[in-house]
Structures are given as structure tokens and as C-alpha cells.
């Protein structure tokens, strides 16, 4: 069974950073697509960042316009983990963040998309909450 882990969030000042880890079971790490989402109360869930890996290479990173030079996704195939490092948090970015699981054409599509890829597998997401 498929499980993916969220950790690493928490409440912070704005202007600090957090680094939020997605760990990975029973999932072909080095073939698929990892994305995280954010979804703030009263918002519709929205696209972070994704990375698409083949083998032992990056194929694809995908940002959101608005965490754009702030973040920054990366993944360790040897420890089956994504993270998203956050740095020069801001208040608006307070939100649950989930990451999710599936093959690697979900990262590609992302920037042809307005909604969310059908990804399959989803964490049960980790609170980032950034005071003003």
C-alpha cells in the first residue's frame, strides 16, 4: 500500500523558513511525479510545486507564480523523500500542504492545467502557519 508522510510544518514568522518532508512507501520513486499542494481555509486547494524524476534524473519542476524564488523542491531517491524548502514565508502562505504520489506526466502537465492532475496517492497533509 502506498503511503506518503507529510512533516516539517509548523508556525513561524514571516520571513523565516520551514522545510517540509514528504517520505514514500512502496512507490517507484525514481519514475513518477511528487507535488505539493496547499489549500487555506476557505480556498480551493492550489498547486505548489511538483518535480518529475526518470531514474536518477530530474525530468520536470514545476512552481507555482507565487512561491516562485522562495521555494524549492528537491527529492532523494535513496530515502524515498521529497522536500519543499520555504523560505521567505509570508502570511498568505498559511495552509495545510499535501503532497502527493503518481507518474511522472502529471509534473509535465501541470503547466497546462488550472486545476489539480488526477494524482493518486496523497498525505494527510501538515499545517504551515506563518504570523505577520
Known amino acids: 500500500e502506498v503511503q506518503l508522510v507529510e512533516s516539517g510544518g509548523g508556525l513561524v514568522q514571516a520571513g523565516e523558513s520551514l522545510r517540509l518532508s514528504c517520505a514514500v512507501s512502496?512507490?517507484?520513486?525514481?519514475?513518477?511525479?511528487i507535488g505539493w499542494f496547499r489549500q487555506a481555509p476557505g480556498k480551493e486547494r492550489e498547486v505548489v510545486s511538483c518535480?518529475?524524476?526518470?531514474?536518477?534524473?530530474?525530468?520536470?519542476?514545476y512552481y507555482s507564480d507565487s512561491v516562485k524564488g522562495r521555494f524549492t523542491i528537491s527529492s532523494d531517491i535513496a530515502k524515498n523523500t521529497a522536500y519543499l524548502q520555504m523560505n521567505s514565508l509570508k502570511p498568505e502562505d498559511t495552509a495545510i500542504y499535501y503532497c502527493?504520489?503518481?507518474?511522472?506526466?502529471?509534473?509535465?502537465?501541470?503547466?497546462?492545467?488550472?486545476?489539480?492532475?488526477?494524482?493518486?496517492?496523497w498525505g494527510q497533509g501538515t499545517q504551515v502557519t506563518v504570523s505577520s
Open positions: 502527493a504520489a503518481g507518474g511522472r506526466a502529471l509534473c509535465r502537465l501541470q503547466p497546462l492545467l488550472t486545476t489539480t492532475p488526477p494524482y493518486p496517492y
Open positions: 512502496d512507490f517507484a520513486f525514481d519514475d513518477s511525479s
Open positions: 518535480i518529475a524524476r526518470v531514474g536518477n534524473s530530474t525530468d520536470t519542476i
